[in-house]
């Protein structure tokens, strides 16, 4: 997605984008986007499946870095299941993708 910068007056970008059972509606997928990391459960009947799958591909179109980790048969915002699973990958993705390892002390 598009992401909105964190103060529109200075066009600062977002360096990565964690969804959890979101979805972009609003804003076609380009080259410079942030790189995503989406959770989705396939049986979310708040925010369907699809939505979560559409900008996946987009970003996958767009040449970005994005995961998706699906939860079958999961509903909306599976965290109690998944906390694990949900905590480690976003460690790992925002760890990766911000190169934290040679952030600031």
Same mark, same amino acid.
């Given at each position: 997605?598009?992401?909105?910068?964190a103060?529109?007056?200075?066009?600062?970008?977002?360096?990565?984008?964690?969804?959890?059972?979101?979805?972009?509606? @609003?804003?076609?997928i380009?080259?410079?986007?942030?790189?995503? @990391?989406l959770f989705?459960?396939?049986?979310?009947?708040v925010?369907?499946?699809?939505?979560?799958?559409?900008?996946y591909?987009?970003?996958?179109?767009a040449? @970005?870095?994005t995961? @998706?980790?699906?939860?079958?048969g999961?509903?909306?915002?599976?965290y109690?299941?998944?906390?694990?699973?949900?905590?480690?990958?976003?460690?790992?993705?925002l760890?990766?993708?911000?190169d934290?390892?040679?952030?600031?002390?």
């Amino acid at each position: 997605a598009k992401l909105a910068a964190a103060d529109a007056s200075t066009n600062d970008q977002f360096g990565a984008a964690v969804s959890l059972s979101g979805a972009n509606l @609003l804003s076609p997928i380009g080259p410079g986007d942030a790189p995503t @990391l989406l959770f989705h459960g396939t049986a979310d009947f708040v925010v369907p499946y699809q939505w979560a799958v559409n900008p996946y591909n987009g970003a996958l179109s767009a040449g @970005l870095d994005t995961f @998706l980790t699906t939860f079958t048969g999961a509903g909306h915002v599976p965290y109690v299941t998944q906390r694990t699973v949900i905590l480690d990958q976003t460690t790992n993705f925002l760890y990766w993708e911000m190169d934290l390892a040679n952030a600031a002390q």
